[in-house]
């Protein structure tokens, strides 16, 4: 059972450019969380998302930043117009429901995006 | 709301010493709590885990007890080896919520 994949590990994209991250959680996982973590700084919450649904999106920036989370395929986190601020690592975690909780998360090895 | 409060570092201790990472919780629930490890340039990983009061989670040499009465989870090691020099998160997700919510970090370094 392959764990959390995300890709890219590394992500370098210009002032302005949107920023793709996807992440395909582990088999059976259908709840989804996205953290961001700035250099020297502790873990962020951004969105939870179980499919096809946004369950809790309190963390996540009100502008340029949308998640998703479809049917079929990865979740993605897109950023749109990046700014130098951006740059961070970003963590996709999954979860599944067990007799009625969340077990733990699972985390994947996230991707870093640098804005240049 | 919930939160969590972890001890400040960085850590540097001595191969074979002692480790404590303190951790105190604030939950409107009955949390399950949790210590993850991040090794440099990777993801997290679950170090381990309690989900009730007085249990305790233990691996690789690693222990901490779920402390109710003083709303704790302090992390704990007999001995610790350069290999454990990484990032240590402790966390918390209180059981009919959505979030995992996360400590800022304690960096530990051991040296030989």
């Known amino acids: 059972n392959a764990g959390v994949m995300q890709n890219p590990r590394h992500l370098v994209r210009r002032r302005g450019q949107e920023a793709r991250l996807r992440c395909s959680p582990m088999k059976g996982h259908s709840h989804v969380y996205w953290y961001r973590q700035l250099p020297e700084e502790g873990l962020k919450f951004m969105v939870y998302?179980?499919?096809?649904?946004?369950?809790?999106e309190s963390g996540m920036p009100k502008e340029r930043f949308s998640a998703e989370f479809p049917k079929e395929g990865p979740s993605i986190l897109r950023i749109q117009q990046v700014v130098r601020g951006d740059s961070a690592a970003y963590f996709c975690?999954?979860?599944?429901?067990?007799?009625?909780?969340?077990?733990?998360?699972?985390f994947g090895q996230g991707t870093r995006l640098t804005v240049v | 709301g919930d939160s969590v409060t972890q001890m400040e570092g960085p850590v540097t201790l001595s191969e074979e010493a002692f480790l404590t990472i303190n951790c105190t919780y604030t939950a409107t629930g009955y949390p399950s709590l949790f210590w993850y490890v991040q090794y440099p340039g990777e993801g997290l990983q679950l170090l381990l885990k309690a989900t009730k009061a007085d249990d305790k989670g233990s691996n690789k040499g690693f222990e901490a007890t779920y402390r109710k009465e003083t709303t704790s989870f302090h992390l704990e090691k007999g001995s610790v080896q350069v290999s454990d020099s990484a990032v240590y998160f402790c966390a918390l997700r209180v059981n009919t919520g959505n979030q995992f919510y996360f400590g800022t970090g304690t960096s530990l370094t051991v040296i030989p």
């Open positions: 998302l179980q499919k096809e649904n946004i369950i809790d």
């Open positions: 975690a999954s979860s599944y429901r067990d007799r009625g909780m969340n077990t733990e998360a699972f």
